[in-house]
């Protein structure tokens, strides 16, 4: 090959300082062709590589934005052709993307570029990556590539894809891409070998708020796993109590269930979307984890019924004719208290010295105790009276009595 070479004058490393010298001097359209022309005469694949790749960036900057798409998507092929690992040609699908949103026309669908980087991310089990590029997709058009991404999403994160014998949507890839598209498969149909489901355990039960109830989670293997992680979202409606979760690994027969059961109490009323459950697992004599999260489940929470305690206490301060009488309004519900009016009612023959008869209490938070004092007065000698019991009782808004109490005087 040498010898034919120096008969014909190809010199493939005297072309490529061609290319960069007219790279140099700003004839972008010369050098991509002159790049291009040295990728078929050298003879190691590196050099080839290198030659392909600066005949895309010079077309680039000839705004040859077909033609520099073209190039970076051969370079892909070829890259993958040598047994190049996939996450080496990511940069090269990214450049790829690019130049196809530069054209009117792309020559290659940019929904395929991203099919093929999307498949890369789940043959490699990079899942952050995975979930970070899925959450930022935005499609131009809605094609076969675009609602295969969406498909192979759905299977990844259904719990039937490995019962199912599912498989990857079916569209036009290149043939060197065939490698990377059964690792794909393989790990979407794996992600899928533990079921998880979520279960109020008694569905009659009212979930009120502050007041706990349990939730039971089943998982079912369908091959020999052992689960590494557990942990369930509650979000900010409400917090985990306890939680019979297993020391870790939880190692899980083929057909296997098991349930761990979890406390639960709700902060708020209102829907409470509790969940998903994320679940990490390995295979054994296998590398790597695989992500399952279950489905959420919505529960409705009831506000707390509000609930007032009121007691009373005297104090003789002038033997049988003046008492000293303290209040005690404490919120012994689940819910805080909005405008809370006491009332008192003085028997005949008592009046109030001091205080009010009313007391206003704008609000009584959760286990809060709010106490006030009155002096009543006998207006003749008591002897002449029977009973003198001193009644208190509790409100809300809307004239709502919560409560009531009442206190003989004399008694203490």
Request: aromatic share 10%; hydrophobic share 40%.
């Amino acid at each position: 090959m040498y010898i034919i070479r120096r008969i014909l004058r190809i010199d493939p490393q005297r072309d490529f300082s061609k290319g960069r010298e007219a790279f140099d001097q700003g004839n972008y359209a010369l050098a991509s062709k002159i790049f291009l022309k040295t990728h078929k005469q050298f003879d190691t694949i590196d050099m080839k590589i290198i030659s392909i790749e600066n005949a895309a960036i010079a077309a680039e900057y000839a705004d040859m934005f077909d033609k520099s798409l073209e190039l970076y998507y051969r370079t892909v092929l070829i890259k993958l052709h040598v047994e190049k690992s996939p996450k080496e040609v990511l940069l090269d699908i990214d450049k790829a993307i690019h130049m196809a949103r530069q054209c009117e026309k792309p020559p290659i669908p940019i929904s395929k570029l991203i099919f093929m980087k999307f498949l890369i991310f789940l043959s490699q089990k990079d899942f952050d990556q995975l979930n970070s590029f899925y959450n930022k997709l935005k499609f131009e058009i809605s094609d076969n590539y675009s609602n295969a991404i969406e498909k192979t999403w759905i299977l990844i994160h259904s719990t039937d894809t490995y019962e199912k014998k599912e498989l990857l949507p079916q569209v036009d890839l290149p043939k060197e891409f065939y490698s990377i598209s059964e690792a794909a498969e393989r790990v979407m149909q794996r992600c899928s070998l533990c079921d998880i489901v979520l279960n109020k355990i008694d569905q009659s039960e009212l979930i009120e708020k502050g007041t706990s109830f349990s939730l039971s989670v089943t998982l079912t293997a369908y091959a020999p796993l052992s689960v590494q992680k557990i942990n369930l979202k509650t979000g900010t409606r409400g917090r985990i109590l306890t939680s019979s979760a297993p020391e870790f690994p939880l190692r899980l027969s083929t057909g296997e269930n098991y349930s761990i059961i979890f406390s639960l109490i709700p902060n708020l009323p209102g829907e409470w979307l509790l969940g998903p459950l994320f679940l990490v697992y390995s295979i054994p004599s296998e590398p790597g984890e695989y992500p399952v999260i279950s489905k959420p489940i919505s529960l409705m929470v009831e506000d707390a019924p509000p609930a007032l305690s009121l007691s009373m206490e005297s104090e003789t301060i002038e033997e049988d004719l003046e008492y000293l009488i303290t209040i005690f309004a404490e919120n012994v519900g689940k819910t805080t208290l909005q405008e809370v009016k006491i009332v008192t009612e003085i028997p005949e023959g008592i009046k109030i010295h001091e205080g009010t008869k009313e007391k206003h209490i704008s609000t009584l938070g959760e286990g809060e105790l709010f106490q006030y004092e009155i002096r009543v007065r006998f207006e003749l000698d008591r002897t002449h009276f029977s009973g003198h019991i001193v009644k208190v009782s509790g409100y809300i808004k809307d004239n709502q009595r919560l409560s009531k109490a009442s206190l003989r005087l004399g008694d203490n």
